[in-house]
């Protein structure tokens, strides 16, 4: 499973990058919204690498931008290895996605906590960091369900009262008394 889960994680969070970074630049031009060059600065001080006072880094943005979404797609492969499939679990993987990038950010000194973040600001990087966690689930998704079911999807089979076939959403039970 895990051989599965990291070359099809690394493929899906390619994906989910793309598909996110496209958004990025519609929303871009839309909003004249500046490109960001926090992912630079990040793998800057994580590396040691000389930070660029006043000058951008286009490289360094484009591996931390990528390497951090294909890595992070392994895990969401995992998930969808594991039988973590559909919206609740690519839902799941957003707040992963969001943690990280404060993790990183905040660790570094690069950024500030999102409480602190002007509202707008805030409500663009919950957006496109919610496109990039459903876009790499569906393409986790896609790909770990040609192996079968995951493990917890077997087991909820087992078990009654539990649907294995959990699809987009589970299914409400009527209960008449």
Known sequence: MMRHALWQGLIA??????????GEKVEQ??????????????????????ERHGRQ???????????????LGVLRSVMAHAGLRGPWSSAKFAVVRLTTDQILENATGVGAPPASWP???????????????FATGGVADALAARSGPGPGQRHAA???????DVGPLPRKESHSR
């Open 57 to 71: 880094s286009e490289p360094a943005n484009w591996v931390m931008h990528l390497g951090q979404g294909a890595l």
């Open 119 to 133: 509202r707008r600001e805030l409500v663009v990087d919950l957006l496109h960091k919610t496109v990039y966690a």
């Open 158 to 164: 087992t078990r009654p009262g539990r649907h294995a």
């Open 13 to 22: 969070g390619t994906a989910g990058t793309v598909v996110m970074t496209l």
């Open 29 to 50: 031009r839309l909003t004249g919204r500046p490109d960001s060059y926090v992912p630079a600065r990040v793998l800057e001080r994580l590396t040691g690498m000389a």
